[in-house]
């Protein structure tokens, strides 16, 4: 029965995500359906988040406890399903929650369950970090529904970034105190967080109850733990990562309104929300955390070696277990800043703090580059550069996911700031150096494998030093040329000429060793041609701020003939694309060209060539739109019209098949036979024949029976099939002028008399031919049937004698 929950759980979220993207009108299409659906939801979405909210603590209890794989899969996917689709409903019905308090408020308390528990679960299975992003994801989607207060959900927006990063703070305060930026003690950072606690009695007692989880041992070994001397706070220091990375994960899915509808979006945009963002305390928290490493060196360093097992002074974790998570911890502060300064950008905000930004980004590139690099760029040979002996933070540098990290935050806050920060005196000597040592990073990767191969050591020891494969080292070149590429395209010519020199001779040398070294490891990997290929083209285009033009443009030519017919055709594309942009800029004007056309062919595509703009192409495709809605809408009335009639056929029918079966009557001989007779006898107004039918002639009353037939189907023929109308009509003429009633016994017939028709109109037709194919459904029928209603098709006697 779980998997068929989990398929209810998706098709839920499809039906919500369906009708939250389909509530705006758009030219394709109404949106009255979507809307009928938000509806439907709305009228059941409070029961609803209160059975998943159920749900959601019943399988996370099933995943905790259970030990059995199967089940605790299909508890896993449960889970994540739930989560799903309370975040499709809450996102969906938005401010119509904002009365159901009870609903939203026990939502959060088992959502934060999870997430205090989220090292339990990375240690059950590596999967349930899917579990970790829904239910942060969830989380962030909350402040959505707003309050009974009338509180604008973007106000709650903005207190839920504020407490997110509270959190984070007194997390790294309890567990590995640090020194802040502005210089104060312990004793006053500790009078701070408790007036902090005070102020916020309900987020300090979230975060007591994940201290108490966190303190708890995972094992029978760690039961008596005594903190005053621990060997082993692994546990804790797992704890305090998961929390971390938990809470970067809220706080990122709040700053870029991760499931957000898109008016949402559009609302937060503006500059009076994104002026309320505490930028400050998101940068003092990245800060914090982007300063881990060089505080858990600097507390390792200092402690003698028999305490460093041991947790700190004011702390739950020891030296040793700061350093085991300082890598990662610092990846999460590279993700807080990067979210930090692009939701900021363009905005005063961030402009207004740019000294401090580019301080921070370029810090971080100096102390994830290479000892090498670094020493070469600053013009100064750096102690423990060539040897084994390591300078402070000189075993985090050979981090090659780090230094990706580092130079993706940097080329973030460059696109952020603009050229106005190489054109001020306070940050043009920061960014001078970090282009250098983009620069630096891309050659050591290029060009360090052949000076390996030839025994010739790079500065630093050589690449036997980093952390990472070989794919590693290819997205780190294709990372630090596309950060020069975005870098030379953003401050254009503004960039100081001996950097941009080079800058030049550095892109120049990385094409020469893909023009011959083509079969280097590194290029196997088709986004480090890609990028190269841009960082070339870039350089081409950009002149220098002397309003030079760069030099490279034959090495770039070069290469891109060579890569035309790469075997990937992502890198055939680029290079053809950058050898049409290298012809457009090295030729004043492109030459003519004559191409002979047949007069047959320019008859066939007379529409090519005459040449298509796009508001002539776009109305041509919405014609043929309508035209297609049209003949859809037609043969569905044409469907509809068929239904009606059989169903009018069968309510006819059953009628006469009653008296059928009442009466039983037997066929005469002659009614099959199809020989025309023609009696003598006249037809006046005054007189009427009082002959006698001949043998092989049907009754009068199978002849009326059989007029009624035609009678009713010349009715029902529809008004669109005009043609088969008009020729039912006549027919129908035709009978009620030519016929003859004998008021007489029994014998009484109806026959047909051959009557000259007036110029112009068709002969009628024999009602013979359409009697014969109705023989087995005639039936005798008495005084009360002949004097039945017109509407049942009966043909109703007249008296001639008038």
Not at 540 to 562: F, Q
Not at 658 to 679: A, C, D, L, M, N
Not at 782 to 794: A, C, P, Q, Y
Request: glycine share 8%.
């Amino acid at each position: 029965s779980l998997p068929l929950i989990c398929i209810a759980l998706n098709i839920l979220s499809s039906l919500c995500d369906h009708a939250k993207d389909g509530v705006s009108a758009t030219i394709f299409g109404d949106s009255s359906c979507a809307s009928v659906e938000a509806e439907m939801m709305a009228s059941i979405g409070v029961n609803v988040l209160d059975a998943l909210s159920d749900n959601i603590f019943e399988y996370f209890h099933a995943l905790m406890n259970e030990k059995d794989p199967t089940l605790c899969r299909n508890s896993k996917d449960g889970l994540f399903g739930s989560l799903k689709a309370c975040s499709s409903i809450v996102s969906l019905l938005e401010t119509r929650l904002s009365r159901a308090e009870k609903t939203i408020k026990n939502l959060k308390e088992v959502v934060w369950i999870i997430i205090n528990n989220s090292n339990h679960l990375n240690q059950i299975s590596i999967e349930s970090k899917g579990i970790q992003k829904a239910a942060t994801s969830l989380l962030a989607i909350l402040p959505l529904t707003g309050n009974s207060e009338n509180t604008p959900p973007n106000k709650i927006w903005t207190q839920s970034i504020r407490d997110g990063l509270k959190l984070m703070e007194w997390a790294i305060h309890d567990f590995f105190p640090m020194p802040r930026a502005d210089g104060s003690s312990k004793k006053d950072e500790d009078t701070r967080v408790k007036e902090e606690a005070k102020s916020h009695p309900d987020l300090w007692n979230r975060h007591q109850k994940w201290v108490s989880i966190a303190k708890e041992a995972t094992s029978a070994n760690d039961d008596e733990l005594d903190l005053g001397n621990d060997p082993t706070d692994d546990h804790r220091s797992r704890s305090l990562l998961s929390r971390i990375q938990s809470l970067c994960s809220y706080l990122h899915c709040l700053l870029v309104m991760e499931g957000y509808p898109i008016h949402r979006h559009s609302a937060f945009a503006n500059s009076a929300v994104i002026q309320q963002i505490p930028l400050d305390m998101l940068l003092n928290t990245s800060e914090q955390l982007l300063s881990f490493p060089l505080a858990a060196e600097a507390k390792y360093r200092a402690t003698k070696s028999r305490l460093r097992s041991s947790p700190v002074h004011g702390g739950l974790i020891s030296p040793h277990a700061a350093m085991t998570i300082s890598a990662s911890m610092r990846m999460s502060g590279h993700t807080l800043f990067d979210v930090s300064v692009e939701s900021c950008k363009g905005g005063s905000g961030i402009l207004g703090r740019a000294h401090r930004v580019v301080g921070m980004s370029v810090a971080n590139l100096v102390s994830s580059c290479s000892l090498g690099v670094v020493s070469v760029v600053d013009g100064k040979l750096m102690r423990g550069v060539g040897g084994n002996n390591a300078v402070r933070m000189g075993w985090l540098r050979g981090s090659i996911p780090l230094r990706i990290q580092s130079i993706r935050s940097f080329q973030a806050v460059a696109l952020s700031l603009g050229s106005g920060v190489v054109s001020s005196n306070g940050t043009v000597k920061s960014i001078s150096r970090a282009l250098v040592l983009l620069g630096g990073c891309l050659l050591e990767q290029i060009l360090g494998e052949d000076a390996e191969k030839d025994g010739l050591s790079l500065v630093g020891g050589g690449l036997d030093e980093e952390w990472g494969t070989l794919g590693d080292r290819a997205e780190l070149a294709e990372t630090a040329s596309t950060a020069l590429a975005a870098c030379i395209a953003a401050f254009g010519g503004l960039t100081p000429n001996d950097v941009r020199a080079t800058i030049d001779s550095i892109t120049h040398s990385c094409l020469s060793s893909l023009y011959v070294h083509g079969d280097s490891s590194i290029f196997v990997y088709s986004n480090a041609k890609k990028s190269i290929l841009q960082l070339g083209m870039n350089c081409v285009c950009v002149p220098w701020g002397d309003g030079g033009r760069s030099n490279i443009g034959g090495i770039v030519r070069s290469v891109c003939t060579m890569l035309r017919n790469d075997p990937d055709m992502s890198v055939a594309t680029v290079a053809l694309s950058t050898l049409c942009a290298f012809d457009a800029l090295v030729t004043p004007r492109s030459p003519p060209i004559l191409v002979p056309v047949r007069d047959t062919m320019a008859d066939n595509s007379a529409s090519i060539n005459r040449g298509l703009s796009a508001s002539e192409m776009m109305r041509g495709i919405n014609d043929a739109k309508k035209i297609s809605n049209l003949d859809d809408s037609k043969k569905k009335q044409n469907k509809e019209s068929d239904a009606k009639k059989s169903k009018k056929k069968k309510r006819k029918a059953s009628p006469a098949e009653e008296v059928s079966h009442e009466t039983k009557p037997q066929p005469t001989e002659g009614i099959r036979e199809t020989k025309k007779f023609k009696p003598d006898i006249t037809t006046d107004n005054n007189s009427s024949s009082n002959s006698k039918a001949p043998e092989g002639i049907e009754t009068a009353d199978q002849k009326e029976y059989n007029y009624s037939v035609v009678k009713s189907t010349v009715n029902e023929v529809t008004k669109n099939d005009e043609a088969e109308a008009s020729v039912a009509l006549k027919v129908s003429q035709t009978i009620n002028d030519d016929h003859v009633v004998n008021e007489g016994g029994e014998n009484d017939v109806i026959v047909l008399a051959e009557t000259e028709s007036p110029p112009g109109a068709k002969p009628g037709k024999s009602v013979e031919g359409v009697a014969s194919d109705t023989a087995n459904e005639v039936s005798t029928r008495d005084n009360t049937n002949h004097n039945s209603d017109s509407e049942e098709g009966v043909f109703d006697r007249k008296n001639d004698s008038d």
